[in-house]
């Protein structure tokens, strides 16, 4: 009996034993099984840290888009151990959306057209050359269905996808996909996508989280790309803006010519960096000067290389015709063909000989140049028809661009001035205009051109208030010698 009961006493202990171990065994694996999840997101977490790592070096860098592109998809391909990943970003116009780095494996995310489907089963280059130039509609396959959206998606099996217009293709056959909106504040850029066969890679809810993540630091860093572009592009077109503006500022005259019987000054003050005004002194010889103020429509650029034309042809062709309308005809005919119909240039260009006070003048549409006599103390407004440089190519605008003659006595001071001064507007919005020109030009006349320029450059600015001037300013100021 004793052995009996000794027997079942082993049998329970070794029973125990057993179940114990089995406990053992169950709660080892459990700790192991923890051990490699823990592990495989510190795993995920350094590939994480290292994509952000090497964003953050290519922004430091200012790398090209297309290295940016490329170094996204792949990063998120290697964070997420995916096959395959695309990048789709909204182009310019913002109407398409334009794959910008393909991967080698990345499967279809669209509808293909059938003749693409049938030609992929053959040549798998071609297929994927498509998939690199194939730009997207805004609504087109899943890329469009989740830019439009705005948020990310996680499809187990692509190919039944319900919402695929065609059913999927069996080269989407039994591949997850993760594809994310790429946004930054409102702006909408794009869509990031990973790709895997489920053979080899099933995406969990963990995954999914993580790629949500990295869309987001994707979007962060394209969109300070994009700005690191754009304010690398804007300092290139400032450099160059100055260095035209540099050019500019030789071709107009860098001092005021010695005349004899006469006294002349100038300045040109821009709006912006370069001016669509001019103003040229131009010897003729024999005793005799030109002198042109010129003001071309709009500002800018194409402004400033227009009146940089016009300097060129009138000083080609001055010295050459027998009088200012003559000149402005010749550069008429010439700037005409090739100027944009929405731009044109107002010209007023005078002649005069040192012996004596006979100025001619002839007037393309530029503003009506005024004159104070010493004699009466009173401004005359010196009236002459013509039209502007560029509106007509030669017949009109000789017939009504006329020369116009008149006498200049001892003392007495003309001014030739762009529309920035008369049409200048203060912070009330009231203008400048013709009769504070009147007044200031009779109080500054009796003390030389010098004093007539820079009086009439420091009364503007007072009036702006310390704005600056919506337009360019230009004026001359010629006086007789007494």
């Avoid at 459990?30 to 994509?51: H, P």
């Avoid at 990310?152 to 989407?172: C, F, N, P, V, W």
């Avoid at 400033?304 to 050459?320: K, V």
Wanted: aromatic share 6%; proline share 4%; net charge neutral.
């Amino acid at each position: 009996m004793t052995t009996y009961i000794l027997s079942a006493v082993i049998l329970l202990l070794a029973g125990g034993v057993i179940a114990l171990l089995a406990v053992i065994r169950r709660r080892d694996r459990r700790i192991t099984r923890l051990q490699r999840e823990e592990q495989a997101i510190v795993d995920e977490e350094k590939r994480m840290f290292g994509y952000l790592h090497e964003l953050g070096e290519a922004i430091t860098r200012e790398d090209t888009h297309a290295t940016m592109h490329r170094l996204i998809v792949e990063g998120a391909m290697r964070v997420t151990e995916s096959q395959g990943g695309a990048l789709y970003l909204l182009d310019d116009a913002g109407k398409v959306l334009v794959p910008r780095h393909y991967s080698d494996h990345c499967p279809p995310l669209f509808d293909l057209p059938e003749r693409i489907a049938a030609m992929a089963k053959k040549n798998a280059a071609g297929l994927l050359s498509f998939l690199r130039l194939h730009s997207l509609r805004l609504d087109e396959g899943l890329i469009g269905r989740v830019f439009k959206g705005g948020g990310a998606e996680m499809i187990e099996d692509l190919r039944k996808d319900t919402r695929q217009a065609g059913g999927g293709s069996a080269l989407q056959g039994n591949m997850g996909v993760m594809a994310g909106a790429l946004s930054f504040g409102p702006r909408n850029l794009g869509v990031l996508a990973v790709a895997s066969p489920r053979g080899q890679r099933v995406f969990s809810s963990n995954d999914f989280e993580v790629f949500k993540s990295l869309v987001e630091q994707s979007a962060f860093a394209l969109a300070n790309v994009m700005a690191h572009q754009a304010a690398s592009e804007k300092r290139h077109i400032e450099a160059e803006l100055r260095a035209a503006s540099e050019i500019q500022r030789i071709l107009l005259p860098d001092h005021d010519p010695d005349l004899e019987g006469y006294e002349i000054a100038g300045r040109n003050i821009p709006a912006k960096v370069l001016s669509g005004d001019y103003y040229d002194f131009i010897p003729l010889g024999g005793g005799r000067h030109g002198v042109v103020i010129a003001d071309v429509s709009g500002k800018g650029t194409a402004a400033a290389i227009i009146s940089a034309m016009c300097r060129s042809i009138l000083r080609g062709c001055a010295p050459l015709e027998s009088s200012p309308a003559a000149a402005l005809a010749s550069v008429n005919r010439q700037l005409a063909p090739d100027i944009r119909e929405d731009m044109f240039v107002s010209m007023l260009y005078l002649t005069f000989g040192r012996n004596d006070g006979r100025v001619t003048l002839a007037r393309a549409g530029h503003t009506l140049p005024i004159l104070w006599r010493r004699e009466t103390g009173r401004i005359e407004t010196v009236k002459s028809g013509g039209l502007a440089v560029g509106i007509d190519k030669g017949e009109v605008f000789e017939r009504v661009t006329k020369d116009v003659e008149f006498e200049m006595r001892p003392g007495d001071c003309l001014l030739l001035y762009t529309d920035g001064i008369n049409e200048a507007l203060d912070a009330k919005g009231l203008e400048y205009g013709e009769q504070r020109l009147h007044n200031n030009l009779a109080a500054l006349a009796p003390k030389g051109p010098k004093a007539v320029v820079e009086g009439f450059i420091a009364d503007v600015e007072k009036f702006l208030g310390g704005k600056r001037s919506l337009d360019d300013i230009t004026l001359i100021a010629l006086q007789k010698k007494p």
